[in-house]
């Protein structure tokens, strides 16, 4: 009897510490068993991002690319100051080429020469060959477009090109004040020609366009890639000669808007603004279709210069 009252004395005490523990789990706070059972599932979660995050990330590409968006408000700058140069050089009513030559279509040719020579000198230039020499809104918007650059990019470029355009006005200004603001030259100003709005929204189409076809055909060509700067100089020349009369030809949104802030003349500025991104969006659209893939948004790689765009010379090292 004894030996079956031992055993059922342990079986007592089993329960009986079985109830206690039942019970000590029964009085644990809710808090605390939410705890245990949320805690294998904290390294699943989803990270949210904080307000901060953008900004940090645009800091951190304005910090490692700032170069090149100063190049590009540079670039841009220089081509304002040599087209108001020479403005003032072939327009000015007492300049002494203006008086030589009566012939306004020669004065155009020679503007033209001018300025597809410095398009030339700027693809060119060392900082040209850093940048991509863009200098032009609708072309970075298009590479954009294409995947070639990114968003921070593409808007600080688009950013330092209206500024750099509205500077480089301001600066002859500064010294060829009269002379440039005369209405002859008129702060170089982009108006729609004699033949009204429409015919000027569809000559800057069409400008753009084949300048925007020429860039990608020649920049992703194996042998032609490293002339781009010359085809699109020649092209440049090419349409203030013959195409000036119908849109003042812009091709370039932050061109027309550095002229257009310093005259106070916006007459068609919308054309400027969206003539050249549709002209070029198209080409862009047309060209892919066609050939595939574009390389880069540079305009040649021919060079020992970082590109921040596909990373070539150590371009994502920053």
């Not at 004040?177 to 108006?191: C, E």
């Amino acid at each position: 009897m004894s030996y079956v009252h031992y055993i059922l004395n342990i079986l007592r005490d089993c329960h009986f510490c079985a109830m206690r523990g039942i019970t000590s789990q029964d009085s644990m706070s809710h808090a605390e068993r939410n705890t245990l059972q949320d805690t294998p599932n904290l390294a699943t979660r989803p990270i949210v991002a904080t307000d901060s995050a953008p900004l940090n990330s645009a800091q951190a590409t304005l910090r490692a690319h700032w170069p090149e968006y100063l190049m590009e408000a540079a670039l841009l700058g220089a081509f304002m100051v040599s087209a108001c140069v020479f403005g003032v050089l072939y327009e000015f009513p007492q300049s002494p080429v203006r008086q030589a030559i009566s012939s306004s279509f020669i004065r155009r040719m020679l503007t033209g020469v001018s300025m597809g020579l410095t398009a030339i000198v700027i693809v060119y230039s060392p900082w040209g060959k850093q940048s991509g020499a863009h200098i032009n809104p609708s072309l970075t918007l298009t590479f954009f477009r294409l995947r070639k650059v990114k968003l921070l990019d593409a808007i600080f470029y688009v950013g330092a090109q209206f500024v750099g355009s509205a500077l480089g006005v301001a600066f002859v200004g500064l010294f060829l004040m009269k002379k440039l603001a005369d209405p002859a030259v008129r702060y170089v100003v982009t108006v729609p020609g004699r033949h009204g709005l429409l015919a000027a929204f569809s000559a800057e189409v069409i400008i753009t366009f084949v300048l925007m076809t020429v860039i990608l055909r020649v920049s992703n060509h194996e042998r032609l890639g490293r002339y781009t700067g010359l085809f699109a100089g020649l092209l440049v020349a090419t349409y203030i000669s013959l195409e000036a009369p119908l849109s003042g030809m812009s091709m370039n949104p932050a061109r027309s808007f550095g002229s257009g802030l310093s005259a106070g003349v916006w007459t068609g500025f919308w054309i400027y603004l969206t003539a050249p991104l549709f002209g070029m969006l198209s080409a862009a659209e047309v060209y892919v279709r066609r050939n595939g893939l574009v390389k880069c948004c540079k305009l040649h790689h021919d060079h020992d210069k970082r590109c921040i765009f596909c990373g070539a010379n150590g371009g994502f090292a920053s």
